[in-house]
């Protein structure tokens, strides 16, 4: 087996540390990760990975782009592991050169390296402050031919071909290329030109020249100088006004994403003037000038720990001829729906689903100042057999008509918390995009057109259902009243398998009320027949009827009564309020009785909120269903034998015997 040291020359590109540190920016170089440490997230942002590569010779501080955070989070990229570097940049940063690793490729290696290939190496700062002018060492081409191309094999055989392209010579272009398709290089300082900025009223910038090289959006920094981002609008705000006791103003802001990742820029006051009719969504900008600071979390989507300000210095010029290869439209970091769960409230993801149902609009007034607002819920499923409600606010809400279970991509929606379960919401950033042309779009509508249309789903009220772990996180209904769940300030929470045991439902006590159809709320019935909402303050022409309908769950350990509320009524009767209402005025009392009877002896998995309140001078705790799903008893089966063998580890006896007599197979 080779040691570290000899197996470096077969896998490593010698020098191209030293290459990169001097702006040569080599394509492809394979170098190892020697270091890999986490930089938590300032609050609701995203975690950073910091990196140390190697050649073999020096060794160089790097950072992990944002969107490849997954690689390490998966234990993809570990460690010494040897990859190559697709699409990097390097800037400097407080005096330091970091390479942004924006693209990579893991390399096969056999055996995996334990340590650092080549053993020790000495800091490329180090190197290069003891002496300037070295020279880098003979280059040595990569033994993995993976990824390379028969002729690169043959170039590496021979010891005096170089393994990776040498900077050449570049005509001065009035447009140039991200270089995103390969290495790019920080912006030159003495030959980088600012925009002019420009409003309506100006003439096109035809006679400005562009940068260099653009910066990534992913290397901007509050220490970044002199810095262009060329980036493609996705979303623009309206022009809002302000007012407090410092003054009043205006503003709007854009979201821009290049091929490294996405920020925010807002426009302050006369720079609405200077820009608002400038920038248009779709359209590709070199943007500089901008004040750096921390992201504002709570009012951006934007998945990125800083946002861009604009200044007086602030310039902005469209380029012209930009491919979507070069700028993306748009990047989506999807999370599938039964991970949601393990997300924190408040934070920003990105989800694509199909839309299951679509709920009539309702109407609310802010909080803030009364003013009636909009809103729409949608049940959302995916390939995990989950779903989760989404709301939607405003226009979006007025105009969410769709009955036809489209594709729902969804840039930039607010995870929250009611009840225990998650909900998605939509801010005003947030981007929804129907029937996309993404890969997932076409999986999701041809998973749903065959087999997700009539796949049992995990079934919620205002959120999503929790990922059941199975017997080891579940408690008995018995936990009730020996851990005294409920009984403290916030209500309790858990999960719990049981069967439904009775069901009230009385005709002269039926378990539904008249409710608002816009907003669920309780109406009442005035002497003149007509019903009106309290809350709102106004008449209802044609009330529905939502369900409260109390049962028995019982498991091994103990029953209790627990409420239904609408949502998991239905799932659980399989018909509305309103449809076994018309039932008993119809006198169809058999068809009545028959679909509480189908739902007795269920067994159900469900997650009960628990939380006492009085009742005639007497505490009592209520359960009530938060969500709940059927048992999938094949899951079940395997979840009670894995713990089986967890709390009872033993090998299987080829033969045991009983009363002398052997038994094969037990």
């Known amino acids: 087996t080779q040691d570290l040291a000899t197996m470096t020359a077969d896998m490593l590109n010698r020098g191209a540390i030293q290459r990169i540190f001097k702006d040569e920016m080599p394509e492809g170089p394979v170098v190892q990760i020697i270091k890999v440490k986490k930089i938590p997230a300032q609050q609701q942002g995203v975690d950073r990975y910091r990196l140390m590569i190697s050649d073999g010779v020096h060794h160089q501080h790097a950072m992990l782009a944002t969107q490849l955070n ?10 010494f592991a040897v990859v190559r570097l697709d699409k990097y940049v390097c800037n400097s940063i407080m005096d330091k050169r970091i390479v942004i690793i924006l693209g990579l490729t893991l390399q096969p290696c056999d055996p995996k390296p334990d340590g650092p290939l080549g053993g020790d190496t000495m800091s490329i700062e180090d190197a290069m402050a003891q002496n300037p002018n070295i020279a880098a060492p003979a280059a040595a081409a990569p033994a993995s031919a993976a990824a390379a191309p ?15 392209a040498q900077p050449q010579p570049q005509q001065q272009q009035p447009q140039q290329q991200s270089g995103f398709a390969g290495a790019a290089r920080a912006p030159n300082m003495q030959q980088q030109q600012q925009q002019p900025a420009r409003n309506v009223n100006m003439p096109p910038p035809g006679g400005v020249k562009p940068p260099a090289k653009a910066s990534p959006i992913a290397s901007l920094h ?13 979303s623009k705000s309206d022009i809002r006004r302000w007012s407090n006791a410092r003054g009043e103003g205006k503003l709007f802001s854009v979201d821009l994403v290049d091929a490294s990742g996405e920020i925010k820029l807002t426009m302050f006051k006369e720079d609405c003037d200077r820009f608002f009719d400038l920038l248009d969504v779709g359209k590709v900008y070199y943007v500089s000038g901008c004040r750096i600071s921390l992201a504002k979390r709570q009012y ?24 979507e290869s070069e700028v993306p439209t748009i990047q989506y970091n999807f999370v599938p729906l039964d991970k949601i769960d393990a997300v924190a409230p408040n934070a920003v993801v990105d989800v694509i689903a199909v839309v299951k149902q679509v709920f009539d609009k309702q109407t609310i007034n802010k909080k803030s100042d009364g003013q009636p607002l909009d809103k729409r819920d949608i049940v959302l499923a995916d390939q995990t057999l989950r779903t989760i409600r989404l709301t939607l606010w405003g226009e979006r809400a007025e105009s969410f008509v769709h009955d036809d279970n489209p594709v729902l991509a969804m840039k930039g929606v607010r995870v929250s918390e009611y009840n225990g379960t998650r909900n998605l919401s939509t801010y005003s950033s947030s981007q929804l995009n129907l029937n996309p ?18 796949a049992t789903f995990a079934v919620t009220s205002g959120g999503a259902s929790r990922e059941d772990q199975g017997p080891r996180s579940r408690k008995p209904l018995s936990a009730v009243t020996d851990e005294g769940l409920g009984r403290k300030e916030k209500p309790d929470f858990f999960d719990a398998k049981c069967e439904v045991t009775m069901l009230f439902h009385q005709t002269d006590r039926p378990p539904w009320y008249l409710a608002d159809p816009e907003t669920g709320h309780k109406v009442t019935e005035q002497a003149n027949g007509e019903f009106f909402n309290e809350k709102k303050g106004q008449a209802v022409a044609n009330p529905s009827r939502r369900y409260i309908l109390n049962c028995v769950l019982a498991d091994h350990t103990s029953s209790h009564r627990v409420t239904f509320f609408n949502d998991q009524a239905v799932a659980l009767l399989g018909r509305t309020a309103d449809e076994l209402h018309a039932m008993v005025e119809q006198q169809d009392l058999n068809s009545y009785e028959q679909v509480f009877y189908e739902a007795r002896a269920r067994m159900l998995l469900v997650r009960l909120k628990a939380k006492a309140d009085t009742y005639q001078d007497e505490e009592r705790v209520r359960l009530t269903v938060v969500s709940m799903a059927p048992v999938d008893f094949a899951r079940e089966n395997k979840l009670l034998r894995d713990a089986i063998k967890e709390y009872a580890p033993f090998e299987p006896l080829a033969t045991c015997t009983a009363a002398g007599h052997p038994i094969e197979g037990f």
């Open 150 to 164: 028969p002729p690169a094999v043959a170039a590496a055989a021979a010891p005096d071909v170089k393994p990776f």
């Open 70 to 79: 997954h690689l390490v989070e998966q234990n993809t990229l570990e460690r």
């Open 222 to 234: 509050p220490y970044a100088m002199n810095w262009t981002i060329k980036a493609r609008v996705t």
């Open 300 to 323: 951006s989507s934007i998945n990125n720990d800083y946002e861009l300000a604009s200044e007086k210095k602030t310039t902005i010029s469209e380029a012209a001829d930009v491919s």
């Open 437 to 454: 042309d993404v890969k997932e779009a076409h999986a999701l509508r041809g998973w749903f057109d065959t087999v997700g249309h009539s």
